[in-house]
């Protein structure tokens, strides 16, 4: 478990839901990557994330899907690829990610609290 925090520092994190609206391999990756465009709504607009999600997830599955991210920390280069958010997910009991999305459709953009 992590050292204790505030919730100031918790709400210092910007989770934001967003739907995948486009998912294209990433094959130049180091290891199996997906490239995903997600749109978090009017206030946030589109972002790029590339994922680390092919143990579960194919181009196809992703498209349409929700899912969260948090969407305040300064874009990362992922090899050639300008990752802008980090896609959340849990590891399964064999390292492999499993995303974090709501069981329910929810509003793009919609926080995490």
Wanted: without cysteine; proline residues 6%.
């Amino acid at each position: 478990m992590s050292k204790t925090i505030d919730f100031d520092q918790f709400l210092a994190v910007d989770i934001r839901v967003g739907t995948v609206i486009a998912a294209d391999p990433y094959p130049e990756a180091r290891k199996p990557a997906i490239k995903l465009t997600i749109d978090f709504g009017d206030e946030i607009g589109v972002r790029k994330s590339s994922a680390q999600i092919t143990a579960y997830y194919t181009t196809d599955t992703l498209v349409g899907r929700q899912v969260a991210a948090v969407v305040n920390f300064p874009p990362r280069q992922i090899g050639k690829y300008m990752s802008e958010v980090l896609t959340l997910g849990f590891p399964d009991a064999d390292g492999a990610v499993v995303l974090f999305a709501p069981d329910i459709r929810v509003t793009n953009g919609a926080r995490l609290f």
